[in-house]
């Protein structure tokens, strides 16, 4: 749908109490998104089809946000209809990279939240997410170097067995926002059942973190309680979630056109990330 179709299209749902105006929200890597103002109250309008290329069905993400916000975690969703989802506006600043390590100590217990919560209020068909699975599937989708293939197979036999617990799979700096009373945690595409290793790698990969940041973080999570095969785990994820991130771009910048976002240079310093990680 053309860009003006779909704002004559947002102004007229059927959630607004009065005459809307909409404003373009930048920042999303997948999405279309306004902040809309019906007279009364701020929104958010998450505009986007699936995208199976990713994982991505907008059913589950609405399950997931549901139940996120059920959780404590994130905004309430008023109104939902395929390809739309407007959430309550949260007025706040997102994060930057390095504010995620800067506050590791609000972030872990978000974490803990949703792996505790989110999975036992989901509702419907869920996703499962295994990031090795992820980066073989982008692999042979791209026709990219099979011995990404090969690594994928190296860094999955460090992984040590965890508990299956509902996860965000996206810690950018982006889906944290800052409301000065308290973090809230959004966008939910790639909510799954899955590992927590993943997120806490995620986290750390998006952040940047050094090794001191990363033993802060798991000495948070697993209350002092990280022996040397969990950490071996989480640098091994580390430099999978680094490596899937950057094969996501490259995915993304062939997939989708979102304006505005430049996918290869994503790629290129994820790349980087997951060179580095390797190396070490």
């Known amino acids: 749908m053309r860009k003006d ?4 299209k947002l102004a007229q749902l059927a959630c607004w109490r009065g005459p809307v105006t909409l404003a373009p929200l930048k920042g999303g890597l997948t999405n279309l998104s306004y902040v809309a103002d019906d007279g009364r109250e701020k929104f958010v309008v998450r505009c986007g089809d699936d995208i199976p290329v990713h994982h991505v069905f907008r059913d589950r993400e609405r399950a997931a946000s549901v139940a996120a916000f059920e959780s404590g975690l994130s905004p309430e969703v008023i109104y939902a209809e395929p390809g739309i989802m407007v959430l309550r506006f949260i007025d706040g600043r997102t994060l930057g990279e390095a504010d995620l390590a800067a ?3 609000r972030i872990v217990p978000l974490l803990r939240t949703c792996h505790a919560e989110v999975g036992r209020r989901v509702r419907g068909p869920v996703n499962a997410f295994w990031v090795f699975h992820v980066i073989r599937d982008y692999v042979r989708l791209l026709g990219a170097d099979p011995w990404y293939l090969e690594v994928a197979d ?5 992984q040590v067995p965890l508990p299956t617990v509902f996860g965000h799979h996206d810690l950018l700096p982006g889906n944290f926002i ?4 308290r973090l809230w945690l959004i966008d939910w595409e790639y909510g ?3 590992t927590a290793m993943f997120d806490l790698a995620n986290l750390s990969s998006n952040g940047a973190f050094g090794a001191a940041q990363d033993a802060a973080l798991l000495d948070a999570y697993f209350e002092g309680k990280a022996t040397d095969d969990l950490r071996r785990s989480f640098h091994a994820m580390k430099a999978a979630s680094a490596l899937r991130e950057a094969l ?5 910048d062939v997939h989708l056109k979102i ?4 996918y290869k240079a994503h790629a ?4 980087r990330r997951f060179e580095e990680l390797m190396a070490r």
Not at 178 to 181: L, P, R
Not at 259 to 262: K, N, R, S
């Open 5 to 8: 179709g779909l704002e004559s």
């Open 103 to 105: 506050h590791v100590g």
């Open 154 to 158: 190296q860094l999955e036999r460090v």
């Open 178 to 181: 800052d409301d000065g009373a």
């Open 192 to 194: 799954a059942f899955g």
């Open 248 to 252: 996501w771009a490259m995915v993304s």
């Open 259 to 262: 304006p505005g976002v430049d």
């Open 268 to 271: 290129h310093a994820y790349l």
